[in-house]
């Protein structure tokens, strides 16, 4: 198997297995809509359903559920069809689209399994509050980031396969 699609798997099976144990955790130790302080006044571990997508945005949309598997259904697909594409020094390329892979995997399999996806990351601080998310959702955010800085920079290629 090339290097490329080892850093691929490598990324995928380390962080969705970390992804579905810490949601299996998350439904065993806090019953849902409850929380636990981890640190006062800043974070805490919340357990709640996301049926929407992005922070509960169109949770309420009639159909919703079909609608998002459907999108990351379509995504995975884009996001496999492009990886076999990419040039084994794309390094940071790679990275990116296997983290972004990942969390929508990640979340997909909730959606089947739940309706929705599992949230428990919740950071606040006096009257602000972000919501919550999980290792997919940071898995998909810091993977789009990487993408949007390669892009920022002009495009350029990796590191790696400039020499």
Known sequence: ????????LIVFCLLLALDQASKFAIERSVPLYHSRGVIPGFFAITHVQNRGAAFGLLGNLPGAAIIFVIISLIAIALILTYLRQIKEGELWTL???SLVLTGAVGNVIDRFRLGGVVDFFDFYYQGWHWPAFN???????IGVMLLALKILRGGEKDAKEKH
Do not use: F, N, P, Q
């Not at 290792?135 to 955010?141: G, L, M, R, Y």
């Open 1 to 8: 198997m090339k290097r490329k699609y080892w850093i691929v």
């Open 95 to 97: 990275l990116s689209l």
């Open 135 to 141: 290792v997919a959702d940071a898995s998909i955010t």
